[in-house]
């Protein structure tokens, strides 16, 4: 289903989902919605750091459509986060209100990227974006979080989230991988993407109940896409449900590979 998705700043995403797709993306089933969001979050970055000992880059995205004024949207969420006014860009066709900056903390800065897309109909399509680096502070990120939900609700949009995150895979980073990755160039010999896969599916296994639905392999790429239940966002594929996928890239001419885990699916780069 899924190959390679592009970096998540590009607004034709926004575009895509809204000719026929977003409901692909999770309706996140809550009781007390807010705390359950955070907590939400919370349980996907553990699920994370049992795949990835070592992640570089998390990526949350939050997406929402509506009608109206765009601009007057994007100008609302701006001021509520704090962010510079937006800029209107053309793209694809039509309007789009971006701002960006970041929210600092003592530990360390969160990425913010606004964008308001106008589409047809007199609608608009919102994505914020919340990124971060290895130092990343995992509270701030929470309440950040907390933050843009309530936001959304606040302005009356129906919301859902999806969050990546990414890291280099090493030799050190799972011992099932029979090539140390630090002498892999030196010898010549790469690291086949899909080769850690079992490794942490059954770490995985321990703490969830994962089955596999889809699979999709090439020379330098293995991704898989799993039904599991315990996690709280989900999308729809065909007949099944995906709550999780997990995707090992070989970087040309590097002995390192790429990991990437997306929750529901992966939507950055890998």
Do not use: C
Not at 179 to 193: F, M, R
């Amino acid at each position: 289903m899924l190959k390679r998705w592009m970096n998540t700043g590009v607004i034709a995403i926004a575009i895509i989902l809204l000719i026929g797709v977003t409901q692909v993306y999770a309706e996140n089933v809550v009781a007390d919605k807010h705390g359950s969001e955070v907590a939400g979050l919370e349980q996907l970055l553990h699920t994370a750091d049992v795949v990835i000992n070592d992640a570089d880059q998390w990526v949350i995205k939050w997406q929402a459509g509506g009608k109206g004024d765009a601009r007057a949207q994007a100008a609302k969420l701006a001021v509520v986060l704090e962010l510079a006014a937006p800029v209107k860009v053309r793209q694809t066709g039509h309007d789009v209100y971006r701002s960006e900056g970041t929210v600092s903390s003592a530990k360390t800065g969160i990425e913010v990227l606004l964008n308001v897309a106008e589409t047809d109909h007199d609608g608009y399509y919102i994505i914020v974006q919340l990124s971060g680096r290895a130092d990343l502070d995992r509270q701030s990120l929470l309440a950040l979080h907390e933050h843009v939900d309530k936001t959304m609700t606040g302005l009356g949009l129906k919301a859902s989230w999806n969050m990546s995150v990414q890291g280099k895979l090493s030799g050190g980073n799972d011992r099932a991988i029979t090539v140390d990755s630090s002498n892999a160039a030196q010898a010549g010999v790469e690291i086949k993407a899909g080769e850690p896969l079992a490794a942490m599916e059954a770490k995985l296994s321990r703490e969830l109940h994962i089955i596999e639905v889809e699979r999709y392999e090439d020379t330098a790429t293995t991704s898989i896409s799993y039904e599991a239940t315990d996690l709280p966002l989900q999308i729809q594929s065909g007949s099944h449900l995906l709550n999780m996928q997990l995707a090992v890239h070989q970087v040309s001419g590097q002995g390192d590979a790429r990991i990437t885990v997306g929750f529901p699916i992966i939507t950055i780069e890998y």
